[in-house]
């Protein structure tokens, strides 16, 4: 079934496009996620599901309704906000009881969706709190929370992780995913941190300057990147320009070779060494063209590589990929 | 921590020369006699204490507290829709907003509450306009009633109360309420579970500055009330200048002080609360 259905929508401010139009289908259960540099377009998108930005064209369906000039209080999803939004003079239980409450539930039945979704997010020790009181990271589950417990169609997520260092999005980031299989629920994420993108979503939509540059699963843009933004902006690539147009091979999938002997495409000269532990990876200047190629050895090969080194390059046919542009 | 302690010392040093030793010197008066010249005279006494609870004086204490109250209260209905505007106004307006509701600060009080006077007495300009438009035949008695002193205090003390409610709206995270819409709430519930409890520090600010500087004042009482209206602050000023009765003054003025401080801490109870308790029905 389609939980979400943007149809044609298009944004823009003051003549601007910050949205090209944009028409994409959701399924209900799926992490998708709108990934991006700043400026894509992507928080607009999100704002505009939410119901915060009105489409200047265009139609949006949420589970078989059209809910472009519904408000965004008669919405059924939520938004955890970027930098969580919490209610300061609220506790940690007042804040996740407020949207329940907002729905005038009764009582007994908000105390029981408040210990359900604290439970979800381990936060009962901490639910007499005040958000000040807590930590980013806990901060940041009780924006979850209280987003979960009104049992939304579909959850919005605006950059959740962006304010967290590194170890703690780590953390969260399996967290959070361990929560959308439990719960179910429909997410759209919006990041620009594509190694997060990768791990999370079913869908990845890539963004650039508000226009789509492909929409596929982690496996397809990481493959079979379709543009030079959505080659070089998701993992490391290497562009080639050939006669028939510019190609993109992954640094894994290049190969070393005897300088200049039949085998290899390419020849270079060594100008970096780093060293990762499970892979190392060497930066080459080709001759005879401008240009640095990067390469990622694994384990098995256990020649040490020295700056100044002349290498040859080689590849498969088949890992060449063709980019439209 | 004791650097911090030493940054303190001249804001302590300047309290307690302007303050609290004049406040102790005052209540200490407060206890003394007075012989027949108005000279004080060093024995103790509560004479001025026993004075105040004439019934003459606790009527004027009650009308000050009143009219303090009502002040107050008129002052913050008016001001929170203003601040309201100004601070969600877009910046030209705010600041236009702003210069508006300090210009009346640029022309001395004194005239600004006299010129009142013009506008209100017989042959002033809001009697002639009535009379004009046949709306009343003879001219009302406006000036010099208790009306006449409430119109003053809110006029002069209105500012006190919209600045500090304006900063506390401006200041407040607009995302909390598009966190608010997003959980369900209307436009009124956002406003009243959230917008009305970010601003309660400066309702707070607001409510103490009006209610203080109100039961402070004697200029408006003796400008726009005339004779017959009193506050005790008017009282004091007479038993000091006039009367030279400065124990009696003193001891009214401990009475006062105390009487505010305890309203004001009250006040900041029931502020304190932690939840803006609406009626929970009403939603």
Known sequence: MLMIE???????????????PLSLSIKEGEFLTLLGPSGCGKTTILRMIAGFEQPTEGEIWLAGQQVTDVPPNKRDLNLVFQHYALFPHMTVEENIAFGLKMKKMPKSQIEERVEEAVTMTQLTPLKARYPHQLSGGQQQRVAIARAIANKPKVLLLDEPLGALDLQLRKNLQSELKHLQRALGITFVYVTHDQEEAMMLSDRIVILNGGKVEQIGTPREIYAAPKTLFAATFVGENNIFSS????????????????????????????????YFGNVHKLMVQLEHEPMRVTLALDLADDHTWQIGDVIGLNWEDKDQVVIGS | MSRHKLGMAPVLLWLSLFLIIPMLIVAGISFLQRDALGQLVFSFSIEGYKTFFDPLYLGIYWDTIVLSVTTTVICLLISYPMAY???????????????????????????????????????????????EFGWIQEPLQLLYTPGAVLLGMVYNFIPFMVLPIYVALEQMDKRLLDAAYDLGASKWKAFRHITLNQSKSGIMTGCVLVYVSTTGMFVVTDILGGAKSAMISNIIQSQFLGARNWPFGAALSVIFVLTSLILILLFNRAMQARYLKVKEGGA
């Open chain 1, 243 to 274: 006669p028939e147009g510019l190609f993109a091979v992954r640094p894994e999938k290049i190969s070393l070779a005897q300088a200049d002997s039949a085998s290899a495409r390419k020849t270079g000269v060594i100008q970096d060494v780093q």
């Open chain 1, 6 to 20: 943007l149809i044609g929508i298009q944004k823009q401010f003051q003549g601007q496009d910050v949205v090209h």
């Open chain 2, 85 to 131: 505007y100004i601070a969600n106004a877009p910046p030209r307006v705010q600041t236009w907003g702003l210069i508006l509701i300090t210009v009346p600060f640029w022309i001395n009080f004194l005239i600004r509450t006299y010129a009142w006077i013009l506008l209100l007495r017989t042959q002033g300009v809001v009697n002639t306009l009535l009379m």
